[in-house]
């Protein structure tokens, strides 16, 4: 992905709005809540609840946002019942989609989503023919000002981190899905705070846009999928041309 992460740029503003919002804290309820249903109430038990409490503290959500939400996955406080679906899609110049939906009504959202690609140049895809070319992993988002990257490395490699990346502002360290905890626990333990910390769908290779209007036509769909009131996480297998970023301003 070297030359072409001004895409990562564009996303990385997309979050801070979505943040100041309150799109991102609804996101980050609710994978708290599906952490405490699926593995009980307590972070010490619960690997990928503590994983989401560590991730909506990293993004300045309150503690009683946080209390609330453990408590709807673990029955305490009433609310509607959620599960997690994993769509594949197309979208324009055949780039692969993985959008992950936490929703109360699977019909419901099968076919917002489906409307939403249709009317934005985008097409539902087959089961499995999207999927393989994404691995799921833990990514962890660090602000360049926390540290260098020989500081980085020394912590993240010893706490059994993949790989680490330099994309503009972040340092981005990859890791196993087991791992994500234990390397980001590492991290703060040094003084290393993150921006955000969560299990992704990295693209194996990515697909190089080097058109303006494909550009504009997937960002609009992106962005359209993104803020969707059932999405959690949008996946995609494309890169923007740092020329093609530029004229996007």
Do not use: C
Request: charged content about 25%; cysteine-free; overall charge negative.
């Amino acid at each position: 992905m070297a030359g072409h992460n001004k895409w990562s740029k564009i996303k990385r503003g997309k979050a801070i709005t979505d943040a100041k919002r309150g799109n991102a804290f609804s996101k980050l309820a609710k994978e708290i809540t599906l952490a405490a249903k699926s593995g009980g109430g307590s972070p010490d038990m619960n690997a990928r609840l503590r994983s989401a409490i560590l991730a909506a503290r990293a993004a300045n959500v309150p503690n009683d946002n946080i209390d609330r939400a453990i408590k709807k996955g673990t029955g305490e406080i009433a609310g509607a019942a959620l599960e997690e679906i994993l769509y594949e899609a197309y979208g324009p110049s055949g780039v692969a989609m993985m959008i992950e939906i936490v929703t109360d009504n699977r019909n419901r959202s099968a076919n917002d989503i489906r409307v939403l690609l249709s009317k934005n140049n985008g097409t539902f895809a087959d089961s499995g023919s999207v999927a393989y070319m994404f691995q799921r992993r833990g990514e962890i988002r660090l602000d360049k000002s926390v540290a260098s990257e020989d500081q980085l490395m020394e912590v993240a490699l010893e706490a059994g981190a993949d790989d680490i990346q330099d994309e503009g502002d972040d340092w981005v360290v990859y890791t196993a899905t087991d791992k994500l905890f234990q390397v980001a626990n590492a991290l703060r333990e040094n003084n290393l705070h993150s921006r955000s910390q969560k299990l992704i769908y990295q693209p194996q290779t990515t697909v190089t846009i080097t058109d303006v209007d494909t550009a504009k036509s997937l960002i609009r769909l992106y962005d359209i999928l993104d803020d969707y009131d059932d999405s959690q996480n949008v996946h995609a297998n494309f890169e923007i041309d740092d020329a093609i970023a530029e004229q996007l301003g």
